[in-house]
């Protein structure tokens, strides 16, 4: 059972100084970037001394935090350190040459903290009023799943529901693209057949994305239901099956020799529609 298996009673945190790359603790550390040994420990690993404050002042647990010899002393290190050791955590003071292996970075960040995952339950999720949901079919690419994130942070949406078999929110590529927001945005997972069933006692309004949408996504209303923008995969666009569940089915005008828009694009560009719809509703418009 390695460090991040142990689920038993937390230990009493400490301080430890680690300069060996052959350290167990920097091995479990360095195996976070397997998927497997993020779902097998529950953890994964974030990077920047802001993701950090962020993470932790919005209640995620973290396990250990890791920072170079550099950054010792500067009082918002100090103060992570502390919070993590009084939550039981590890806090381990590694050299620049552990921090590269670490996060596989030739300049690595100063501070990394390894939190536990976490997940929305689609179940829990009960859209209100005013609320937009992204629901994206199989997306492949850590970077567009990062920066949808991060856009429906910067958005205002509620969350985002991963449906089949999709990149890890957690992985490092993917949480370096959301920068900070996958603390902030609750994200779901489930499969095709369980959103349908879902979708169909949750009360809200799906609008699907497709290219061969009928419907100019300006014209939709988007603020008569709680709204849940259904994205499709970047190859495949959305199938059939998902495809016929939509309430609408809306189409961004293109120009260009373009076929499609970059998904990430396609998701800020009606993420930002259904906002403005939104505001007016809230401005009594
Ligand atoms: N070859 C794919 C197809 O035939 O759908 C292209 C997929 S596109 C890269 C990824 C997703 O972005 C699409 O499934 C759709 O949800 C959305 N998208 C991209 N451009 C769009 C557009 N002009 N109108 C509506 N949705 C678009």
């Keep these: 059972m390695n460090e991040f298996h142990d689920r038993g009673p937390r230990r009493v ?12 603790i920097i091995k479990d550390i360095k195996a976070l970037t397997n998927k497997k040994s993020r779902e097998e420990s529950g953890t994964f690993m974030a990077e920047g001394l802001k993701l950090v404050i962020d993470a932790i002042e919005l209640g995620w647990t973290i396990r250990t935090l890791v920072y170079a010899k550099a950054a010792k002393g500067k009082p918002l290190v100090e103060q992570m350190a502390a919070k993590t ?36 339950k689609l179940k829990d999720i009960r859209p209100k009023e005013g609320e937009t949901w992204v629901t994206l079919d199989r997306v492949r690419d850590p970077g567009n799943l990062g920066t949808i994130i991060r856009t429906a942070d910067a958005a205002g949406a509620s969350g985002v529901i991963l449906v089949g078999e999709t990149t890890d929110p957690f992985s490092l590529e993917t949480v370096r693209a959301t920068m900070g927001s996958v603390f902030a945005v609750p994200v779901a997972h489930a ?10 006692q949750a009360g809200v309004s ?80």
């Design 13 to 24: 945190g400490q301080v430890k100084e680690v300069t060996s790359l052959a350290n167990p």
């Design 85 to 120: 050791v009084a939550s039981g955590g590890l806090v381990l003071e590694v050299n620049e040459k552990v921090l590269s292996s670490i996060t596989r970075r030739d300049n690595p960040q100063m501070v990394v903290g390894i939190f536990e995952t976490r997940w929305a």
């Design 191 to 200: 499969t095709a057949e369980e959103f349908i069933a879902w979708k169909k």
């Design 206 to 285: 799906v609008v699907a994305t497709h290219l061969a949408g009928s419907v100019d996504y300006r014209t939709i209303d988007y603020k008569k239901k709680p709204v849940v923008l259904l994205m499709g995969n970047e190859q495949s666009g959305l199938p059939d099956r998902l495809a016929k569940e939509a309430d609408a089915l809306a189409r961004i005008p293109q120009q260009g020799r373009a076929d499609s828009l970059n998904l990430a694009v396609a998701t800020a560009v009606m993420l930002f529609e259904a906002r403005r719809h939104l505001l007016s509703l809230s401005e009594g418009k």
